[in-house]
């Protein structure tokens, strides 16, 4: 150990920077987690989850170009049928800016969506500097500093930090309505209702969070704080949801209102799992070692640390106890969780609150391998690349999908294209021959490019393609490196290759009976659907 630090003392960089550390601990933490979450934006591309891309960047986008039409700021093109219903105010944030974009001519999607990435890297600093503050304030400089760790190079961090995802991007809100909170300030409580309300307009679930504070407050008898906090969160949600959605749909609250009764209908459709199901997920985010320890130190200290423990039990055992159990759901009150346990158990065993123990160790020799590869990994690229490539050819007007092999239809990431008319399938109720029918008909457009997808019987389906078409491959995109290796660690999930084919020409045949020909183009209206 001697040798490796004389070796790290030989760097005179390292060596100013842990002298700057000794003086500036926050702010060098900060540094490194800014360091990690640039490496994220710059290289961690695509989209983690179908949410943080179709729910936001996507949709906020498609209601300025929907149909190809232009929409002005104030005239957004918003189609509610068959909508699944999510944070429009986090959408309007981004339509904003994508607006805003447009209106300078700033229209590469590959620059916009880095520039996106930035955006949260920066923002999700405020986690760390928070972290920092609502430790120091419950505890001492040790354990607050140990927390700022975590919450800035914890291996999923970064990766997570720079996503589209409501579930991340509330919880700044939700640990700045808790440091106001801890101030003590009657004037303060109304703020922190107001935080606590963006978090809510950001992810309606969070309410059980913030409800906890107010439990709290009437526990203690606190009837004055308790009506300030009932007021800022009140007025922060008239604001962020009422009335922005009144200019959007016609009707305050409608995305929460239909939200509600989305998932009290639909909620059984989705994944589900025992009730244990989330602590194992965070077990296995934490590594194993250290997370039990922090959460028997919870029990012990439950207590102590009532504001941190009480709103976050509650939000798990909603969760576990609701039908829909999906991974990301729990993400908010991860901060919460490294939070409260380094603190009980810092304060349950002081001796034990070094990094060299075994739990810490094991967690830093696990985390630094993933931290590095997860900050450089991009996910779900296959579909981004192809529909930027199509963006980059000038003849690219429309295309269609070959997924005769299947019997669903793939949803492609408009935005990278910047299409916005309807897309075509080749599916197995309308092959190819009925496709170019149609088409000749005036059905759907002809098609310029055409994107097989997988390696399933692709030279079958080629050749089936090419009696009707003259094509061309022009490009083959594979998956990253990590969507490669999922499948072999979960077979259940599938690794994409995407053919790219121009067509440089239709051979057109004349249908033998007017009866085949209305058949045919009655499947292939329904095939031609837009995804």
């Not at 957004?76 to 981004?94: A, C, G, K, M, Q």
């Not at 901060?335 to 346990?341: D, K, N, T, V």
């Not at 190819?432 to 030279?459: Q, R, T, W």
Request: charged letters at 15%; hydrophobic letters at 50%; glycine letters at 4%.
């Amino acid at each position: 150990m001697r040798i490796i630090r004389n070796i790290v003392f030989l760097f005179p960089v390292t060596n100013q920077f842990l002298r700057y550390y000794r003086i500036h601990p926050l702010r060098s933490i900060l540094i490194v987690g800014l360091i990690f979450r640039l490496i994220a934006a710059f290289f961690s591309k695509g989209y983690a989850f179908t949410d943080d891309h179709y729910f936001v960047i996507e949709e906020a986008q498609q209601w300025i170009m929907q149909g190809g039409e232009e929409r002005s700021f104030f005239n957004p093109n918003i189609i509610t049928e068959d909508r699944l219903s999510h944070s429009s105010f986090y959408t309007f944030l981004h339509y904003s800016l994508f607006q805003f974009y447009r209106l300078i001519g700033f229209e590469n999607p590959i620059y916009i969506m880095f520039s996106v990435r930035l955006m949260h890297a920066l923002y999700s600093l405020i986690i760390i500097y928070l972290g920092f503050k609502i430790s120091r304030k419950l505890s001492n400089l040790k354990s607050a500093i140990q927390v700022s760790w975590m919450l800035a190079i914890a291996w999923f961090m970064p990766f997570l930090s720079v996503r589209n995802l409501v579930e991340v991007v509330c919880i700044p809100p939700l640990m700045f309505g808790t440091w106001l909170f801890l101030q003590n300030k009657r004037k303060l409580f109304l703020w922190a209702g107001i935080m606590f309300s963006v978090a809510f307009a950001l992810r309606f679930q969070t309410v059980l969070f913030s409800g906890m504070f107010g439990f709290i407050l009437l526990s203690q008898r606190k009837w004055r704080e308790a009506l300030q906090l009932l007021f800022g969160f009140g007025l922060g949600s008239i604001l962020f949801l009422g009335i922005l959605d009144f200019a959007l749909f016609k009707m305050p609250f409608h995305e929460l209102i239909t939200y509600i009764d989305y998932n009290m209908t639909h909620s059984g459709e989705y994944p589900n799992g025992p009730w244990y199901q989330y602590l194992f997920v965070i077990l296995g985010m934490l590594l194993i070692f250290a997370p039990a320890n922090w959460i028997y130190a919870s029990v012990l200290k439950f207590k102590t640390y009532l504001i941190l423990f009480l709103p976050t039990l509650i939000f798990l055992l909603f969760h576990s106890y609701f039908p829909n159990k999906q991974e990301r759901f729990i993400l908010p009150v991860i901060p919460f969780l490294i939070m409260g346990g380094i603190l009980a158990w810092n304060e349950l065993f002081p001796e034990k609150m070094k990094w060299n123990t075994f739990s810490m160790r094991f967690f830093w020799i696990l985390n630094m391998p993933l931290l590095l590869a997860l900050s450089l990994a991009s996910t779900r690229t296959a579909k981004m690349d192809a529909m930027y490539y199509l963006f980059q050819q000038e003849d690219a007007k429309h295309f269609v999908i070959e997924s005769s092999h299947k019997d669903y239809m793939e949803y492609m990431p408009r935005f990278y294209g910047q299409f916005w008319q309807p897309y075509q399938h080749i599916l197995p109720n309308c092959d190819s021959e009925c496709f170019f029918d149609s088409a000749s008909l005036g059905v759907h457009p002809e098609p310029n490019y055409i994107l097989f997808f997988d390696k399933e019987n692709l030279k079958e389906r080629v050749k089936r393609v090419q009696k009707r078409a003259e094509i061309e491959r022009v490009q083959v995109i594979k998956s990253s490196w990590l969507d490669r290796l999922i499948p072999k660690l979960n077979p259940i999930v599938k690794s994409q290759e995407i053919y790219i084919y121009r067509v440089n020409g239709i051979r057109r045949v004349l249908p033998t009976t007017t009866g085949t020909t209305s058949v045919e183009s009655a499947a292939a209206a329904e095939s031609s659907e837009s995804s």
